[in-house]
């Protein structure tokens, strides 16, 4: 049986966001990667709740749930309902809604607050300002499970005048650590950080002048709760 979910906002939308007035990600992205979810489902080895924050056309969440699981995905522009996901819209209306994520809210089944083992969240924290970030990473920690991955792909493109938040590695770490979000064990090296699953969410590759690629202009996180 399909688990019917329910989201209790204040905020059904990003309507002030430069992603809301100058869209680009809501209208053209319907995102999905079937390699990584197929890790993530042998990971957990169960059916599991997955949320996607920035969900856009809402793929990456069909998918999970034509694979057997529990899915929701949040999306701030209005957008969406005009780009290539827009029938995902109109058929998955328990598991797809708008929300402004930088502000507080709370997704419910069965009248009571759901958590998800496996959050899920590409190319839009830097969209997000750092006060922004505050009630976002403070919404991810009351959703995530206590044994819960929450994996999330940084852009550090500052070419992108969307991406507001451009930060250091060091930087990320801490904002995440101050949030009571660490690193999972798991590959650490310049740009992958206590990542678990291999199949990153988007490969970015950009070309110098000279036409040789250039790669790594984003960082790969893979966050659990802190215990302590």
Not at 57 to 65: N, T
Request: hydrophobic share 35%; aromatic share 12%.
């Amino acid at each position: 049986m399909t688990t019917k979910f329910y989201l209790d906002t204040e905020h059904p939308g990003a309507f002030d966001s430069q992603d809301h007035l100058n869209p680009v990600g809501s209208l053209n992205d319907n995102y999905t990667n079937i390699e990584l979810l197929k890790e993530v489902c042998d990971h957990f080895k169960k059916k599991i709740n997955m949320l996607d924050l920035g969900c856009a056309g809402g793929q990456f969440v069909m998918d999970f749930i034509n694979f057997g699981n529990n899915a929701v995905g949040l999306e701030g522009s209005t957008h969406a309902l005009k780009g290539p996901g827009k029938n995902n819209w109109l058929n998955f209306s328990n598991n797809l809604f708008f929300c402004d994520i930088t502000k507080s809210f709370t997704i419910l089944s069965e009248n009571r607050p759901t958590k998800f083992e496996f959050i899920h969240c590409s190319e839009v924290i830097e969209h997000l300002s750092e006060k922004e970030l505050e009630i976002f990473l403070q919404n991810v920690h009351n959703h995530l499970s206590d044994d819960g991955i929450f994996c999330t792909q940084i852009s550090i493109d500052d070419s992108d005048p969307l991406h507001v938040s451009i930060f250091s590695k060091n930087k990320w770490q801490n904002i995440l650590s101050d949030h009571k979000l660490i690193p999972c064990e798991g590959i650490n090296d310049s740009h992958h950080i206590g990542y678990l699953f291999n199949r990153r969410f988007r490969e970015h590759i950009i070309f110098n002048y000279d036409d040789k690629i250039k790669t790594g202009t984003s960082l790969y996180f893979c966050l659990k709760k802190n215990s302590i």
